[in-house]
């Protein structure tokens, strides 16, 4: 365990502590630190606060929609940058029974948090690897015949009898076996033995909903899950929940979702949103009509304005591929107020153009708002060349993290 990880955990047992139960139903009006890591607020330049309580609503809302099929949660990649461990704890006290994360190491982080969860390794056994999976109860999703060959071995030889979700391909071509070995093995797997306790499979272009894909994938699929009776299905990630029910099958998949993306592009996000990123203001500069700022001198000041500049940069992961922003700038709220950021994007600043804003502000040491309820993680990601999923596993290391519910 890092030091991190021990001042994560106790702030953690503090809060379970001293925290009064909430009146089932009840909503929340005030806000209250869970936990909180890196350094110290004053000693670096970006606070990154994670609302769990949005968190938990997103799931709620989903679980509502499928149900009477069971919402999992998708917490790879540090839980979509949002901290596994502190998100892992929040759902599985709301009751989120299943979990779905790439590697082993995620699962067993994410174990400490919810002892009694399923949770399924999305991305399978690395060879010789099923003891490992077996000694921390953890179930692998198998997505090849070699690895199902492995596993069965080693539960046989065992007696392991854990649970595994078997993937089958419907059109996805990177992970699963083929609907022809399913349909094969389906043959084979008969009585209760069998520890096969999941068929899952992928969609490719859910977020595209009128994607003719995304018929053929859920119909395939269809022909698979009957093969397999008696053992639950899944299909349906974030996006894929929102093509109806044909998708949700016993289990669905979120992940984007829980953490504010939009699961409906085009259309209005029914989530809410869940980080919130605020940079230091370092200083308040003058630059005259003409003047450049930044690396490139690739912005030039159309009148004499006035330059924050913020301790944010692409070294924390924002907006890293943003090297020369055209017209169309992301903005930052700064005293209440959207406004520009121009120039290049530096390593460890940005500057924002807060020429509108009252000559007093803002000060030095105020915040100025990169992510929030005013800029969506959809609005932000196609700046940098990205989507949401980026914007959210790019969150850098060196922020001030705080976990409030
Ligand atoms: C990442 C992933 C999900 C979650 O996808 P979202 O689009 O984030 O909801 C679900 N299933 C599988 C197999 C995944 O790899």
């Not at 056994?125 to 070699?146: C, E, H, K, L, Y």
């Not at 993306?261 to 003409?290: D, F, I, Y």
């Not at 290049?344 to 040491?365: C, H, K, Q, Y």
């Amino acid at each position: 365990m890092t030091m991190q990880d021990e001042t994560r955990t106790r702030a953690n047992e503090a809060r379970t502590a001293a925290a009064p139960a909430a009146a089932p139903g009840s909503v929340p009006v005030t806000t209250v630190a869970v936990a909180e890591a890196g350094p110290p607020v004053m000693e670096t330049g970006g606070v990154l606060t994670i609302d769990l309580s949005a968190i938990v609503a997103n799931w709620t809302d989903l679980a509502r929609r499928v149900a009477p099929a069971e919402c999992a949660a998708v917490v790879k990649a540090d839980a979509y940058g949002c901290g596994v461990f502190e998100v892992g704890t929040a759902l599985a006290r709301v009751g989120c029974k299943t979990f779905f994360v790439a590697h082993l190491a995620e699962a067993r982080t994410l174990r400490g948090a919810a002892p009694d969860a399923v949770i399924y390794v999305l991305n399978g056994i690395p060879p010789a690897g099923s003891a490992a999976f077996a000694d921390a109860r953890i179930r692998p999703v198998i997505g090849s015949m070699p690895e199902l060959v492995e596993w069965d071995a080693f539960c046989r030889v065992n007696a392991w009898t854990g649970g595994a979700a078997l993937h089958v391909d419907t059109g996805m071509n990177r992970l699963g076996l083929s609907v022809e070995e399913a349909t094969t093995l389906a043959g084979r797997i008969d009585g209760p033995g069998h520890g096969i306790t999941l068929v899952m499979s992928h969609l490719a272009c859910a977020d595209t909903p009128d994607h003719p894909h995304n018929e053929r994938q859920i119909q395939a699929f269809r022909e698979v899950r009957a093969l397999f009776r008696g053992i639950d299905a899944s299909l349906a990630n974030s996006s894929g929940v929102f093509l109806g029910p044909s998708t949700h099958c016993e289990l669905v998949r979120p992940g984007i979702a829980l953490y504010g993306g939009n699961p409906t592009p085009g259309a209005a996000n029914p989530m809410r949103p869940v980080v919130r990123l605020e940079g230091r203001v370092v200083q308040v500069r003058k630059v005259g009509k003409g003047d450049t700022v930044g690396y490139g001198a690739a912005w030039t000041a159309p009148r004499e304005s006035r330059i924050a500049i913020v301790a944010v940069g692409y070294g924390d992961g924002f907006l890293r591929a943003a090297a020369a922003l055209g017209k169309e700038r992301p903005h930052a709220v700064v005293v209440g107020k959207r406004c520009p950021i121009v120039g290049r994007i530096s390593m460890d600043l940005l500057a924002v153009d807060v020429t509108a804003l009252p000559e007093v502000s803002p000060r030095r040491g105020d915040w100025a708002t990169l992510l929030g309820d005013e800029i969506g993680v959809d609005a932000v990601a196609p700046f940098g060349g990205q989507i949401s999923y980026e914007v959210l596993t790019s969150l850098g290391r060196r922020y001030h993290r705080s976990w409030r519910s």
